[in-house]
Every structure is written in structure tokens, then in C-alpha cells.
């Protein structure tokens, strides 16, 4: 990896006036252009049924002012693909494609505004997401954190290999590992960085329920101390966690880490994984995201988006707060 790829994350930032934008729900604005996702593949669904809708929504989140775009690659997994009846090598090409989706999108966005004097935009990265084993569980448990005995460090480890392998061969810029419920999650992902030599540079978020600790109930202190110790990991934080939590957090986080601190909260409403929806409960809309956004960029978070049940008016407004939005192109 050259040494441009390197520092492009900090690059960003930097460029990005000190606090870069990610972008928001991703299954949530598939699911508004009408996609179906009950199912156990969820969002991962649409790499097989409507890869097209991923890409329109990747440049949504870059016309709302996104800096870095997250892949569709959440729930998709091989064991996963393997369960519907698809082969290992239709599977790797799925997860590959998720990345080449979102570099196409970049790309032709950046095409097209580049040369636009004043424009206001940032070249975006590409963050390869890689949803926690909960996910692929499909069952709520990427919120309990509860993986049952039967679970350890190797089996995660195995559950994370090959996807990583197959994603990072793709070229993303970034690796995002999202809403990790435990510690050991935690480790397995620093160890396979570590083991598979990975030179993207990633980062760490996990879920909270109680906006103190990891959902298992371990401390952010032991599950911090795991991702101190790697080289790899150059960012750490929470996503898909209620908004009210996040500027407390990132005061914690402060203490516990020199890593660039990140947080994309989702909406306030909660998922029900028996259910398989999302709960009407408190709900914060786009203004207090706008609002939230600069107490969160005060508060130290160098990257701040939004996750489940957010939109690209939602990173409108946080792009709006933080950088006075991108110039409108409409
Ligand atoms: C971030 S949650 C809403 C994703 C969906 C969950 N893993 C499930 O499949 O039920
Ligand atoms: N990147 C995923 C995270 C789900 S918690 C999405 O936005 O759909
Ligand atoms: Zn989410």
C-alpha cells in the first residue's frame, strides 16, 4: 500500500476541516426506495436483487455531503450467500462487488464535481463495512452481545477471515467493523488484522444499550484496552446506539484512547431482532442531528454520521453544521 493510501484517512480529515462526514442509514434508504429486506440476509439482499439502487443510494450520500461512504457489505457473509444456495466463488464476487459499487460511485461523483469551481465536496473514501457475527446471527444479538458458550475467539476469528480476505482484496480505502457487541469480538478482529497483515487502515465501532458500556455489560475500559494495542485500528467509536449517548461517549472514549474517535448514532428508535423492526420509541430528526453534530465534533469525534433510520437529509444537516454543507448542485 503506498504511502498516499496510508494517510489518506487522516488526509480526509484534515481536509475535511478537522471532523470528516460519514454517511447514514444504508439498508434504511434501500428500504425507502422499496426494497424488502425480512430476511436473514437483510440489506445484503440487494447485492443479489438490485445491486443498481446501491450505487443510486451511494450517490445520494455523496450529493448529501458525504466524506466517506460505508459498502453494503453489513450482513453480507459467506456462510450466508452459502445458505441460500449460492457458491463460495458467487459469494466472493457479491462481497467484492459491494466495494466496487461504492468506488463506481465515488468515482463518477467525483468526476463530475471536481472541475465545478466552489464546489464543497471531498473526494470520499470507501469504508468496506463488516458487520459484527450478531449481524450474520440475525437474531437482535449485535445489541446483547450474548453469543452463547459455544462462541470463542477462534470461531469469530474463522466467521471474520474470508470476508475480510475477499473485501480488502477489492481495494476499499477503509474497513469499517460495525456494531460489535463484546470484547471478544473486539480481540478477534485486532488479532486477524494483526494475522492477516492488513495495511487498510480500519476502524472499531461498537453498539451500546446502556450508553455506558459494551452491550454485554463489559466496560469501554477492557474493550478499549484490546484495540489500544493495534497499529491497525486508527479509529474506534460507537454506531447504530441512540444519539443521546454519543457526546458522553466520546468524553469517555477520550480518556481511554489516543485513537481518532467516531460516531454515527442511529435515529433513537430500537430494533426488535424477534421482530425484525425497529420499535417506535424516542426518535431524534435532522435538526438534532444538525445540533448534536457540532457538540460531538467539540466534544473530539473526528468522524460523525449517521446509521439505521437516518437519511441523506439527516447528513445534510450534520454536513450543513460541521462544514456549512456542500455547495447544491440541484
Ligand atoms: C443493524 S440491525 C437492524 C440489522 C439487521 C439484523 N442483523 C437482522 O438481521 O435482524
Ligand atoms: N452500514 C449498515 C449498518 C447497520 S447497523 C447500514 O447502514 O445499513
Ligand atoms: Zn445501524
Not at 82 to 94: P, Q, T
Not at 179 to 200: G, Y
Not at 241 to 253: D, M, T
Not at 310 to 324: D, E, F, M, R, V
Amino acid at each position: 500500500m503506498g504511502k498516499d493510501r496510508e494517510t489518506a484517512f487522516e488526509d480526509l480529515i484534515e481536509k475535511a476541516g478537522g471532523c470528516a462526514v460519514i454517511d447514514g442509514g444504508f439498508a434504511t434508504q434501500l428500504e425507502r426506495h422499496g426494497a424488502i429486506f425480512n430476511d436473514p440476509l437483510w440489506s445484503a439482499l440487494c447485492l443479489i436483487k438490485d445491486p443498481d439502487l446501491i450505487k443510486r443510494v451511494h450517490l445520494e450520500y455523496l450529493e448529501a455531503g458525504a466524506d466517506i461512504l460505508i459498502t453494503s457489505s453489513y450482513q453480507a457473509t459467506l456462510p450466508g450467500f452459502l445458505s441460500r444456495g449460492l457458491s463460495i466463488e458467487e459469494g466472493e464476487l457479491l462481497l467484492a462487488k459491494s466495494v466496487k459499487l461504492a468506488v463506481e460511485a465515488r468515482d463518477s461523483f467525483w468526476d463530475s464535481v471536481e472541475r465545478t469551481p466552489g464546489h464543497g465536496f471531498n473526494r470520499a473514501l470507501v469504508s468496506a463495512s463488516i458487520g459484527s457475527y450478531g449481524a450474520y446471527l440475525a437474531d437482535g444479538s449485535e445489541y446483547s452481545g450474548c453469543y452463547g458458550p459455544e462462541v470463542n475467539l477462534d470461531k469469530l476469528k474463522d466467521f471474520h477471515r474470508r470476508r475480510l480476505q475477499v473485501l480488502v482484496e477489492a481495494g476499499p480505502d477503509l474497513l469499517a467493523f460495525e456494531t460489535i457487541p463484546n470484547k471478544l469480538e473486539a480481540k478477534a478482529c485486532v488479532e486477524l488484522l494483526e494475522e492477516e497483515n492488513i495495511k487498510v487502515p480500519a476502524w472499531i465501532c461498537f453498539s451500546t444499550v446502556d450508553g455506558e458500556n459494551a452491550p454485554s455489560g463489559e466496560s469501554f475500559e477492557e474493550c478499549l484496552d484490546v484495540i489500544n494495542k493495534s497499529n491497525r485500528v486508527r479509529a474506534v467509536g460507537i454506531n447504530c446506539a441512540p444519539p443521546h449517548f454519543s457526546e458522553s461517549l466520546i468524553y469517555k472514549f477520550k480518556e481511554l484512547t489516543k485513537k481518532a474517535i467516531v460516531v454515527y448514532p442511529n435515529s433513537g428508535e430500537v430494533w426488535d431482532g424477534r421482530a425484525k423492526r425497529w420499535l417506535p420509541s424516542k426518535c431524534f430528526g435532522d435538526d438534532k442531528f444538525e445540533f448534536f453534530a457540532l457538540r460531538w465534533r467539540d466534544a473530539g469525534a473526528k468522524l460523525i454520521g449517521g446509521c439505521c433510520r437516518t437519511s441523506p437529509s439527516t447528513i445534510q444537516a450534520i454536513s450543513k453544521a460541521l462544514k456549512n454543507g456542500p455547495a447544491q448542485r440541484k
